[in-house]
């Protein structure tokens, strides 16, 4: 169990009183875009699956999972700067 799992399951606060020292603490949108770096898109490369209110679409691992994963990652770490964090 890393950091972020330790976050999400309330076994580690978001920062203690020596992060807040040397960084700025992280927001909840800051927290679920790194979350989402750190663990989500990286698995997008084993396949996923999308779910719109009309059905499913699978995404199969391959070539399409890896063009989609890899602008997805793009445009997550372009959300994580605009809040002001480094992704």
Do not use: N, W
């Amino acid at each position: 169990m890393d950091v972020f799992d330790q976050i999400a399951d309330g076994v580690r606060p978001l920062h203690s009183p020596r992060d807040t020292r040397t960084r700025t603490p992280c927001t909840g949108v800051q927290l679920q875009l790194s979350y989402a770096l750190a663990k989500q898109i990286p698995d997008m490369a084993r396949g996923f699956t999308v779910h719109t209110s009309f059905g499913e679409i699978a995404v199969v691992a391959g070539p399409l999972a890896q063009q989609i994963q890899a602008l997805v990652r793009e445009a997550t770490e372009r959300e994580l700067a605009a809040c002001g964090a480094q992704p």
